[in-house]
């Protein structure tokens, strides 16, 4: 079934960026532990430079030279731009907009359209396939309800996206208990405060769904790169995933999917991202 996903609509000008930038950092998309992956690196570097870099950068840029560089959480990616290691970092448009917003020596550089969008979903261990049907089944309810827009438009677009609230999840007596990763790699979606309490929209629909299906939901904190390693050491029931769609109508048979891992139905995507980056010097 095809989904209908919910895209920025911000308009954002265009900045091109000099002939001599290089490298543009990225989070590590690929979901597995293994950013250098050959086949994964390759889709993601064909996706920017045969789909994408062609319609932002002045015609003196090559594009030939340009390689994608994946860190493993957006620290890591902010200290590489800091460092000069890379030129510029690509962000979904809502988390280029809340780092713009709170980081006052970015500039933006540009901005990248992709034909295909990237997803949200949840992430699971095959051996819990019947919970991620269970959690399938609330997301397409909340979204055929309305449900997710509203959590979108109060905790993304609206004004809760610059200070992303701590959300309170229910306690069922006696009810089972789940464990949930979150990243803190892409504010306000996945977000963790300074008091290390994730917060956000993410969160909102988290807690939307526990109350739904009457689960109490306990969230831990890991990086990017660890989510596969959580589920399969047991730490992780379930994490907030990062999904290429690339053109498959078959959301579980995305390539960037480790060996175990089954995902639930995506229920946000978005196909616009910024080029953040530094004043020239």
């Known amino acids: 079934m095809k989904k209908k996903f919910l895209c920025s609509l911000v308009l ?11 490298i543009i950092g990225t989070l ?20 920017y430079k045969n789909e994408l870099l062609a319609s932002v950068f002045d015609k003196n840029f090559n594009i030939k030279g340009t390689s994608i560089k994946s860190y493993d959480s957006l620290t890591l990616m902010q200290l590489a731009l800091n460092k000069g290691d890379i030129e510029v970092f690509s962000a979904p448009i809502f988390v280029g907009e809340y780092l713009l917003r709170n980081n ?3 500039i933006m550089r540009g901005f990248v359209m992709g034909k295909n969008p990237i997803a949200l979903a949840f992430g699971f261990l095959e ?3 019947e919970l991620r049907d269970k959690f399938s089944k609330m997301l397409e309810e ?4 309305g449900k997710i827009g509203l959590l979108a438009r109060d905790f993304i677009t609206g004004p809760k996206a610059a200070n992303p609230e701590a959300v309170t999840f229910e306690k069922f007596d006696g009810a089972e208990t789940i ?3 979150v990243t803190g790699d892409m504010p306000p979606l996945d977000y963790v405060g300074a008091d290390g309490q994730p917060a956000g929209f993410n969160t909102a629909m988290l807690a939307e769904i526990g109350r739904r299906l009457h689960i109490n939901i306990n969230t831990i904190t890991v ?13 992780a029931d379930a994490v907030f995933w990062i999904q290429l769609f690339s053109g498959y109508e078959d959301f579980s048979k995305q390539p960037d999917i480790p060996e175990g891992v089954i995902v639930s139905t995506p229920y946000y995507g978005w ?6 980056g530094l004043p020239k010097k």
């Open 12 to 22: 954002v000008l265009l900045f091109a960026l000099s002939a001599d930038a290089e």
């Open 28 to 47: 590590n998309r690929s979901n597995a532990n293994i950013p250098e992956d050959a086949e994964v690196s390759h889709l993601i570097v064909n996706e």
């Open 104 to 106: 006052p020596e970015y």
């Open 127 to 129: 051996e819990k396939k």
């Open 142 to 145: 909340m979204e055929t309800e």
């Open 179 to 181: 464990n949930v990763a």
């Open 223 to 235: 990086e990017t790169a660890s989510r596969p390693a959580a589920l399969k050491s047991g730490r």
């Open 271 to 276: 196909n616009k991202a910024v080029l953040i």
